[in-house]
């Protein structure tokens, strides 16, 4: 019976090993290209998706361990990485973010952890780093060539037309540009893994077309990341030359560099610089690679002084001719406004950070405290609150100060080191190439990091942790194994902890997305006018949100247009411990100004004004705390001087215009009443025609809301200033 039963169950394992490539490779393939039309944002459904799918992935990997009755995982040379980057986000807890906003980010974290242990155990033969790579490849294709259609207007896009319009299943050409790029060298594998002309061909013209569209989304951290990128395997193949191979057809070049120029035609402004990049660059790097390889070891601080050398000569604020307007055009102001707000972060909590996830919900608070100083002087233009530092490493450091910022370095180290070290130990010279592919992904993505955040960006995440797994996996490994061996209770114990863990998480990220389908259904009524659908969609998504935040500022706002201002205030104030852009602050300021706790109403919007916010929210901030100098103090000239300083900024506030004529009024200046009365109705008529007239246009929800809301609110004034009018003897 012994005998009968082993060819079964090894069948049965080598068809789980199978399934769990094609799983995987599904995977890799469907999770870039996910996303559904009902929810806020495109990003939030693809964790969800991950969350869920891996979950899944783990549970028939563990599976496949039990009928083998033993389980060995390669956890690489990188394992200290996960341990380390979850001890510092358990610490980061002690900055004053929300235990369950660290909880959240800390479960894709380890999920995306998880992920690069599935691809570096499912990656070492041929046909498997071929699947894999081809289901990235397909996948980027299929992204591209969707932000191309919605560029052509074919398809729907964003708001607007042209690059505008083109946010592919990413929800922004910054996002698409930047997976495109990470993915690009590592998929040059398939040139000379696939064996038949036709699967050559075709890896091919997906290669060129990633290409060009990197390069046509027009931004320039994408194309410095493909620059380093390029330059990394240049450099590489002057270091390990590869001799003796013929594994590249002579047309894969050819194509290749046609395919470049074409994506310089359209994105680099022409032919000839795409070739003097493609050329030069790679001319250049080689040579530099020849020389290292006489140098042995020695270019290693010879390379530390010259990137050191670079950072202090050239700042952002360089006096090099072309450099500087290079800054401005790529908003450089603003990301560095939102780099010296988290050195803000840091320098108030240098060990632990503000909390894994707080950047965004501390932003606001920390901005004020930058423009206090006499840095911030200098940044004398209203930018909006930032959910990201567009620098993931100076984000990392905010967020989970010394303690994750030198788990980072570690971990880029030991990816450095080991990664340097499989090179060098390759006898193959078409391995050694792929590792220079692999590492050309990885150095995309690092430099791109240094201005975008493609680690908070699922997609962007699972280029790098594709590249990564396979370069980490046994298949380049020089000696030696970094292995895990279950068997037994233990083996069983593994397993149930992964199917009750994975069930959970799904279950609760689940639970998640439908609140956010709510939270955006929710949104809509309340664009419709419909209060009393929306505050059930948003108090639905509020009770099924494990951490509600955005939800509960809406619902807040659904209260107050029912008219419930005590639920209101309640509601925002509890959204304002996770979640403070600067609207909460002007409604909770509104709020607490009705039910007469002013100390609560002018801290806010002091600190809300000494943010400076755009000239909308500044002015509605200066009308509240003229109200103020009514309601708390009696004051009529404070309030006055206040209102007048509004009209100096914005002659059209109409709102000024009615409260300074009702100060007259109620001091018996009733020509002067008549006046302001007069004046605000000449506002009201005209803007009310101009919001009439755009109601005709074709329009989102948000904007159809935004016009309703505005138009109801100046109708109410028209009505209430009339009667005043009509009162005034």
Same mark, same amino acid.
């Given at each position: 019976?012994?005998?009968?039963? /082993? ?14 490539? !094609? ?12 996303? &559904? ?48 980057? &979850? ?20 479960? &894709? ?36 060539? #969707? ?98 191979? /013929?594994?590249?057809? *002579? ?14 035609? &359209? ?63 790529? =908003? ?26 707080? #950047? ?5 608070? #920390? ?16 930018? =909006? ?32 080191? *080991? ?201 509605? =901030? ?10 708390? /103090? ?6 006055? =001087? ?40 000449? !506002? ?46």
């Amino acid at each position: 019976m012994a005998k009968k039963k /082993k060819p079964k169950r090894q069948i049965t394992s080598r068809r789980l090993k199978w399934g769990r490539l !094609v799983a995987l490779s599904f995977f890799v393939f469907s999770m870039p290209l996910f996303f &559904l039309p009902g929810n806020t944002e495109y990003g939030y459904t693809k964790s969800v998706y991950t969350l869920t799918f891996v979950s899944l992935l783990l549970i028939l990997w563990g599976i496949e361990g039990l009928f083998e009755r033993r389980w060995e995982v390669e956890v690489t040379p990188l394992w200290p990485l996960l341990p380390g980057l &979850l001890l510092a986000s358990l610490v980061s807890l002690a900055g004053g973010t929300p235990a369950c906003v660290v909880l959240q980010s800390a479960a &894709l974290l380890l999920y995306f952890g998880f992920l690069y242990l599935l691809i570096a155990n499912t990656s070492q033969e041929d046909y498997q780093v071929t699947m894999l790579l081809g289901a990235l490849l397909a996948s980027g294709f299929l992204a591209g060539l #969707y932000g191309l259609l919605q560029y052509l207007g074919v398809m729907r896009g964003g708001p607007g037309t042209g690059l505008d319009a083109l946010i592919s299943t990413m929800g922004n050409r910054n996002y698409l540009g930047g997976f495109l790029s990470y993915l690009l060298f590592p998929a040059g594998i398939l040139l000379f893994r696939l064996r038949r002309p036709w699967a050559r061909a075709l890896a091919l013209v997906g290669l060129g077309f990633v290409l060009a569209m990197a390069l046509f989304v027009q931004q320039t951290g994408v194309r410095v990341g493909l620059i380093c990128g390029a330059g990394f395997v240049a450099l590489g193949l002057g270091l390990w030359p590869v001799r003796g191979w /013929k594994g590249w057809p *002579w047309w894969a070049g050819g194509v290749g560099v046609g395919f470049f120029a074409l994506g310089g035609v &359209l994105g680099l402004e022409g032919l000839g610089l795409a070739l003097v990049y493609l050329f030069a660059l790679g001319g250049a790097a080689f040579g530099v690679g020849r020389l290292v390889r006489r140098l042995r070891w020695a270019w290693v601080p010879v390379l530390a002084v010259a990137l050191l050398g670079l950072f202090l000569v050239i700042p952002p604020t360089t006096p090099i001719p072309g450099m500087q307007r290079l800054w401005e055009e790529n =908003a450089g102001r603003v990301r560095a406004w939102d780099w010296w707000v988290g050195y803000e972060m840091w320098r108030d909590h240098p060990l632990t950070g503000v909390g894994l996830g707080g #950047y965004k919900i501390s932003f606001v608070p #920390y901005k004020a405290d930058f423009l206090a100083t006499p840095r911030g002087a200098g940044y004398n233009f209203p930018i =909006a609150r930032a959910a990201q530092a567009h620098n993931e490493y100076v984000q990392l450091a905010a967020e989970t100060g010394a303690v994750g910022f030198l788990v980072l370095l570690c971990g880029i180290g030991l990816v450095a080191y *080991w990664g340097l070290r499989r090179l060098a130990a390759q006898g193959a010279p078409e391995r050694r190439l792929e590792l220079l592919l692999l590492g050309a992904g990885l150095v995309a993505t690092f430099v791109h990091a240094a201005v975008s955040f493609p680690w908070h960006l699922p997609a962007s995440s699972l280029a790098f942790i594709t590249a990564l797994g396979i370069a980490f996996s046994p298949r380049y490994a020089p000696a030696g194994s970094f292995s895990i061996r279950l068997k037994g209770k233990a083996l069983k114990a593994t397993v149930a902890g992964l199917a009750i863990g994975g069930v959970l998480v799904s279950v609760i990220a689940v639970r998640d997305l439908v609140a956010d389908r709510y939270l955006f259904a929710g949104q809509n009524s309340l664009y419709l006018g419909n209060v009393p659908r929306a505050k059930a969609q948003l108090s639905r998504a509020v009770a099924l949100d494990f951490c509600p935040r955005l939800s509960l500022y809406w619902l807040g706002l659904a209260k107050l247009q029912a008219g419930d201002l005590s639920g209101a205030q309640a509601t925002f104030r509890a959204a304002f411990k996770r979640y403070k852009p600067e609207p909460l602050y002007l409604n909770l300021a509104s709020v607490d100004v009705e039910l007469g706790d002013f100390p609560e109403a002018r801290a806010l919007l002091s600190e809300l004004l000494s943010t400076r916010p755009n000239r909308e929210t500044e002015l509605g =901030a200066r009308y509240l705390l003229a109200v103020l100098e009514l309601k708390e /103090k009696r004051d009529y000239v404070a309030a006055e =001087a206040r209102l007048k300083e509004i009209l100096n900024i914005n002659p059209r506030f109409e709102r000024a215009l009615i409260l300074l004529g009702d100060i007259a009024k109620g001091t018996y200046r009733y020509e002067e009443a008549r006046g302001y009365y007069e004046r605000a109705l000449g !506002v009201i008529d005209r803007e009310i025609a101009r919001l009439e007239e755009r109601l005709q246009r074709e329009l989102s929800a948000e904007e159809y809301g935004a016009i309703r809301g505005d138009l109801t609110r100046l109708r109410r004034e028209r009505e209430a200033v009339e009667r005043s009018l009509a009162e005034l003897p």
